[in-house]
């Protein structure tokens, strides 16, 4: 190869060591690290300098064994891939990853130490042991069912609960080799396959309900009603269902029917918060709905309206709801309210109601719950989420786009006005919007390009203090006091120090132009009850935000500022994000805005 082929190699190989996200530590026989690259410091936490030169620290003291075992594998010129263990980083959490481990040789073929490529595989192995916990949890709640749980396929059932085998009065084991014609009468099984199939393919509907008569083992007959829907097992179409042993609701008088019919429904729709009503008052509730509401049990609820859980603005559509489902079989659609909880907050919901026939001797209405928090915020966060991508996107291409010309035109512009007579006025507003357009590119590019934070242990209140001697004379300028009220007892937080400068630059400077005849700004940081996190405060005494816009701020060009871009609030907002903190903002018209900051002191690992 020539000299340029050399030279696009090592470049090539350059880009590759630097660039590649997987961590590479080469070592020397006598275990001391020679070269590690980006990657494998981002990998571990120390910095190269740290490590060149140094004996390898990586591993746990219980793993030293099986490490030692591996770098022998590996110079008897075994090729070491895959292997997944625990390594040791700076800050002492553990972090899993995928080695592969390789001896390096010499021009002669002499091995003069190893190379060590190393993966993070620790988002793998927890959605791994999410994935296990469900499998667990849905096997747990199949086998512990109060009813008959099954899959069919092609004739046979491949897996059935211990309610459904004790039912039939077989062994699990027995019921797996029987056919399900063995199992019902053999003329309801033409019917209830032709309407399963009826209503699930072709009406595409998602589950089919069903009455049958079963024929247990000893031959005697078990009526049963059912549920099942249609599922892939094996790759292969598959019912997936729930039955119910009826034969005493079927000997029973209607009264006694409707009672089970009732809490058949109940059953059917846990796990979630359920309340009984009768006349507006509520005359049940489960330990869900209790819990949702944040009573101390069902006593505190029973016998009480209904509408008192309920958000005034909500209560004349429940009441609608409710004057019609108590003349109607017919469950209502989930409607969306919202609930009062005891310790004053509001909660998003959905609710569904269904008249009960004999609850008691009374007919009263089952009212299901369905709490909206997690799924709203996940909404949220994903329309942000998007709005950030869209914005990092546009970034760029502003850069590329409007920098070079912006240049241009403010040189043509400070000529002109070098060489031109009168008219100067004209000129300097031209440069002043050339200089605040180049301001929103460079905002937009804090925004679009990458972050590397440096995390480290530091005194909140020192990072306050820093950035109130950068401001202070702006603050003085513009006749704003700035009054700071910290607890002595505050310790330090794991943060990145300039990025938490950045937020209260944006937020204490925010403060001050609020106020433009002057004020006072009150910080204060004090400890949380739990002793686990800070929170910051920040009080100034401006006009306020109306109430339109607070709910908008951190998007992009939402601000109450003239020449404002609504950017840094964004940016503050992703910061603090990446601290794994809050940042709430309230205001009052004429009294002023506060905006509290909540940071945890230690950063739980992602």
Known sequence: MDKHGHIMNHSFMESIWNHIPDGIAVIDLDDN?????????????????????????????????????????????????????????????????????????????????????????????????????????????????????????????????????????????????????QLMMPSELVAVTREAEKTLIEQKQNYYHFNVTGVKKDGSPVHLEGNSCLISFHGKPALLGTVQDITIKKEKERSLRDSA???????????????????????????????????????????????????????????????????????????????????????????????????????????????LTDRKRSEEMLVRSEKLSVIGQLAAGVAHEIRNPLTALKGFTQLLKSKAEGNSFYYDIMTNELDRINF???????????????????????????????????????????????????????????????????????????????????????MEPDEKRVRLTVRDEGMGIPDEIIRQIGQPFITTKEKGTGLGLMISSRIIEAHQGLMNISSVPDEGTTIEIILPLNMEEQ
């Open 33 to 181: 690290v020679l070269d590690v690259n980006p990657g494998f410091e981002a990998l571990h936490g120390w910095t190269r300098d740290e490590l060149v030169g140094n004996p390898c620290c990586f591993t746990p003291v219980h793993l030293l064994y099986e490490r030692k075992l591996m770098i022998e594998r590996a110079l008897n010129g075994e090729s070491l891939q895959g292997h997944e263990t625990f390594k040791l980083r700076k800050d002492g959490t553990l972090v899993y990853v995928s080695i592969t481990l390789a001896a390096l040789k010499d021009e002669n073929g002499f091995i003069i130490g190893l190379v060590s490529i190393e993966r993070d595989i620790s988002d793998r192995i927890k959605m791994e042991a999410s994935l296990f916990e469900a499998e667990s949890l849905y096997s747990h709640l199949a086998d512990s069912a109060l009813a008959g749980v099954f899959v069919g396929q092609q004739g046979r059932i491949l897996y059935a609960n211990p309610y459904l085998s004790e039912l039939y009065g077989y062994s699990n084991d027995e019921l797996l080799q029987v056919e399900l014609g």
């Open 261 to 371: 019919n009732m809490y058949q429904r109940i059953i059917k729709f846990l796990p979630e918060p359920i309340v009984l009503i009768d006349n507006g008052e509520i005359v049940y509730a489960n330990k869900l709905a209790v819990k949702l509401i944040g009573a101390a049990d069902d006593t505190e609820m029973v016998g009480r309206p209904i509408f008192d859980y309920v958000d005034p603005a909500y209560s004349r559509d429940l009441t609608d709801v409710l004057n019609t489902v108590i003349h109607t079989d017919d469950p209502t659609n989930f409607i969306e309210n919202k609930l009062l909880c005891k310790d004053g907050q509001t909660i998003d919901v959905e609710m569904s109601s269904i008249r009960i026939h004999n609850y008691r001797g009374k007919m009263v209405i089952l009212t299901v719950i369905r709490d």
């Open 440 to 526: 929103i590119v460079n905002e937009f590019m804090t925004l679009a390009k990458p972050h590397f934070s440096k995390f480290s242990t530091r005194r909140l209140d020192h990072i306050l203090h820093a950035v109130i001697s950068i401001l202070e004379t702006q603050a003085i300028l513009m006749n704003v006091s700035i009054r700071t009220e910290f607890e002595n007892c505050i310790p330090s937080i794991y943060c990145d120090e300039n990025q938490l400068k950045q937020v209260f630059i944006n937020i204490i400077k925010n403060a001050i132009e609020a106020m433009p005849l002057g004020g006072q700004i009150t910080i204060s940081a004090a």
